[in-house]
């Protein structure tokens, strides 16, 4: 596979953003390690931010909370992708806490072989091997288990951060209300952008897209790629609930519990998202539009009093509104590709609600089946005890 070096500058795109595991009990609150120990090891920012919180002949400032950074892996495909997101963190201008690298099976040996020498680095780095069942929401799970950190900073193994990343990401949690801060995910393709695909499916392949916010605002669901949460509220929601939605998961059990201001999209935090040539493809298009939105039905009856389909509503609407006719406009002014994006735009909301349909469907289906079969085992039950 050809690597694109994804720390280098890249020109931000257009406007700002992109199933189900075995409910995982994340017991995080009991993981052994003294939080309020590893409170005090934080490391200070290299742009010279006071270590302690407190200026020699200023008022005090509020303490930095420790910050642990989390990236899962499962595959040694992307082994030379996963170094330059490891490297990314090591060169931030805040230095966190600890990196851990969480992986599956087949890769923890490698992986732990080649930062055997950085457990004892600024910062150290930690690798450990995913303990449940499933893959991406199951190692986070595992990650937030042994980490002491106060923020988990959550980046994608395929994804490199701006060196100012975990800085401006974690600034608005000097805020006590904020629970989790989202950054936006900026895509680097393998082999360009087509000019088909439409920027505002860039979540398709979990990069930042159009009709996100362009400053610091409150958002329904942010990136799993560039995230972050304050442990004490992943504990409270009891960790992430699913693999395909955890990112959705998690905020909207966040944003049930504390606010819906308490969850914050930053654009000014910024990670360069790896896009391989097989991701902006029609084939790729079109099934993550359906089978995403199917999905989603269940993750969303699993959360129940915290499930709100308002992010998807808003999506509609503004690529109805907003992207449909820059697309014509666009195609008026000689761009040929603008009635193709065009003509995606509607593919994909068509998509999308049939895949929501489907999944309803099948919601119900389920449904019946349970009851008819808690009933009949009511029967049977009955029929013994005559």
């Known amino acids: 596979m050809r690597i694109v070096t994804l720390a280098q500058s890249y020109p931000p795109i257009g406007v700002g953003q992109e199933g189900h595991v075995r ?5 995080l609150a009991h993981r ?16 010279g931010q006071p270590n302690n919180g407190v200026g020699s002949e200023r008022a005090q400032i509020p303490r930095l909370p420790t910050i642990s950074v989390i990236i899962c ?11 330059q997101s490891v490297a990314s963190v090591q060169e931030q201008t805040l230095i966190p806490c600890e990196i ?11 992986c732990a072989a080649y930062w055997a020498d950085f457990a ?8 450990i091997q995913n303990q449940h069942d499933g893959h991406l929401g199951s190692a986070r799970n595992t990650a937030a288990e042994a980490a002491t950190g106060e923020i988990l900073a959550f980046l994608d193994d395929d994804a490199a951060a701006d060196k100012d990343w975990l800085e401006i990401l974690t600034g608005p949690y000097q805020d006590e209300r904020i629970g989790a801060v989202g950054g936006r995910p900026i895509p680097v393709f393998e082999t360009g952008r087509p000019a088909w695909f439409p920027v505002q499916f860039d979540w398709v392949f979990g990069c930042a897209y159009d009709g996100l916010p362009t400053s610091r605002s409150p958002l329904a669901h942010l990136i ?38 308490a969850v914050v999209y930053e654009p000014a935090a910024t990670v360069r998202h790896f896009v391989p040539a097989s991701r902006p493809t029609w ?21 129940g009093q915290a499930a ?48 929501h349909v489907v999944g309803r469907i099948e919601l119900v289906r389920r449904r019946r089946q349970a009851i008819m079969q808690i009933l009949d085992t009511a029967a049977q039950a009955d029929g013994r005890g005559k």
């Not at 851990?100 to 490698?110: A, G, K, M, Y």
């Not at 004892?120 to 690798?127: H, L, M, N, S």
């Not at 308002?310 to 002014?333: H, M, S």
């Open 23 to 27: 409910n995982v009990s994340t017991d």
């Open 73 to 83: 892996a499962y595959t040694e495909h992307r082994w030379e992708l996963m170094l």
């Open 32 to 47: 052994g390690h003294d939080v309020a120990a590893a409170t005090t090891t934080q490391p200070g920012s290299r742009t």
């Open 120 to 127: 004892a680095a600024t910062p150290p780095v930690r690798v």
């Open 224 to 261: 799993g790629a560039n995230m972050s949460v304050r442990r004490t509220l992943l504990e409270q929601v009891g960790g992430f609930h699913s693999d395909n939605h955890d990112d959705m998961d998690m905020c909207h059990r966040v944003a049930h519990i504390t606010s819906s201001d």
């Open 308 to 355: 709100t389909l308002g992010a998807e509503a808003r999506f509609v609407w503004y690529a109805l509104t907003r992207g449909i006719p820059r697309e014509i406009w666009q195609a008026a002014k000689g761009d040929a590709a603008g009635l193709a994006r065009f003509a995606a735009i509607v593919a994909g909301v068509g998509l999308a609600a049939a895949g």
């Open 283 to 303: 084939k790729y298009f079109w099934r993550r539009c359906f089978f995403v939105n199917k999905g989603k039905v269940g993750a969303f009856a699993q959360m």
């Open 100 to 110: 851990i690298i969480c992986v599956d099976q087949p890769l923890f040996r490698r």
